[in-house]
């Protein structure tokens, strides 16, 4: 694939077929993937990648210790929660996924299982968790590469044919994370993504996101026009 098919193509993948994903796909991916910038060339992240039975164990804690109501313990800082325009695109997004799944907005049973495929991160056959070193825990930049190597991940799995969705609500128990995907505690559990190959037949996979427009974006200082 073109590179600007890849970026275009792209898009967040939430349904997935029960198909395992071979694990010389997923090291080919991963090695695109960690030519991704890095400050300095620090290269601070690793791949914890988890499929079968110990990634069974990480949804069913993850879900029983949410539903039990164990606060979250994700070891990422979190903002309040959105406001302005950025709960205005949050809104929009959920409109157009449960508009795709058919989910009405006073239907809490629906609503309840789509935040639980979140918690069990989408029923997806594979699970990478992307952590970085605790000795460079503090700063912004670590994860900021943490985020460059994330982009280049998901770009090209879909390049090879596999999906992916960035979620954060699958390590939202990090002990469960941690103790079922083996994560040394010298590491900083960042994100987790989604990977699998994409069910066509999942409505919520044809959703595209919006972006605004260029003009909202960018600005361009000294050039002729």
Avoid at 108 to 136: C, H, M, N
Avoid at 164 to 184: D, K, L, T, Y
């Amino acid at each position: 694939m073109d590179y600007d098919d890849v970026v275009m193509g792209r898009r967040s993948i939430r349904g997935y077929k029960p198909d395992p994903v071979p694990m010389a796909l997923i090291r080919e991916v991963i090695a695109l993937a960690v030519r991704a910038p890095s400050s300095l060339n620090t290269q601070p992240w690793y791949f914890h990648v988890v499929t079968g039975e110990p990634l069974n164990r990480i949804r069913a804690g993850n879900v029983e210790r949410n539903l039990a109501g164990v606060p979250e313990s994700r070891e990422f800082r979190r903002q309040e929660a959105y406001a302005g325009v950025h709960r205005d695109r949050q809104i929009e997004i959920a409109k157009q996924l449960f508009g795709a799944m058919g989910i009405a907005r006073d239907d809490k049973e629906k609503r309840t299982d789509w935040v639980l495929r979140g918690f069990r991160q989408f029923d997806a056959p594979v699970s990478v968790v992307i952590t970085y070193d605790k000795a460079v825990y503090g700063g912004d930049i670590a994860p900021f590469d943490c985020g460059a190597v994330t982009n280049a991940l998901v770009n090209a799995a879909w390049s090879r044919g596999l999906g992916c969705v960035i979620n954060s609500q699958g390590i939202m128990q990090s002990p469960v994370v941690r103790e079922h995907a083996g994560i040394p505690d010298d590491q900083v559990i960042m994100i987790c993504v989604a990977m699998g190959w994409p069910d066509d037949d999942f409505p919520a996979n044809a959703v595209v996101s919006n972006r605004k427009p260029m003009e909202e974006t960018v600005s361009f200082v000294g050039f002729d026009s």
